[in-house]
């Protein structure tokens, strides 16, 4: 009998109900989002999917954007980080990793108005 395992950001997606996006330095034209619905939810873990086998890098900043993930009762299960670069930290790996997606996160996070996509 085979088992499978989740990945700790797989099981973090499983529990989320709630996911607060919110840029790090918040300028006139930006502003946090909520997102509760299930297929956004889903949509948002798909657009941060990393490549587990790309090199973890440690840039030592803050970061752009912040991903609070939030499970039942609003309990903070974990913070994800953007960066501009298109990498993504999460204190449970070792650096950023880098994004599958990171181009289509950028058109997402500008769609709805968290960062200016003049900068």
């Keep these: 009998?085979?088992?499978f395992r989740l990945r700790p950001v797989d099981?973090?997606?499983a529990a989320a109900r709630s996911v607060e996006v919110a840029?790090?330095?918040s300028a006139e034209a930006?502003?946090?989002v909520m997102v509760g619905?299930?297929?956004e939810i889903a949509e948002l873990a798909n657009l941060?999917?990393?490549d587990p086998s790309g090199e973890p890098f440690d840039c030592m900043c803050w970061g752009d954007v912040s991903f609070t993930v939030r499970g039942e009762m609003g309990a903070v299960l974990g913070v994800l980080t953007y960066h501009l670069d298109g990498r993504l930290g999460w204190p449970q790996w070792d650096g950023q990793l880098p994004l599958l997606r990171p181009d289509r996160l950028h058109q997402w996070l500008v769609e709805h108005g968290v960062i200016?996509?003049?900068p």
């Design 1 to 3: 009998m085979s088992t």
């Design 116 to 118: 200016d996509p003049h």
């Design 48 to 50: 941060l999917e990393v």
């Design 23 to 25: 840029p790090q330095r």
């Design 11 to 13: 099981a973090l997606w």
């Design 30 to 32: 930006e502003w946090s």
């Design 37 to 39: 619905d299930v297929d």
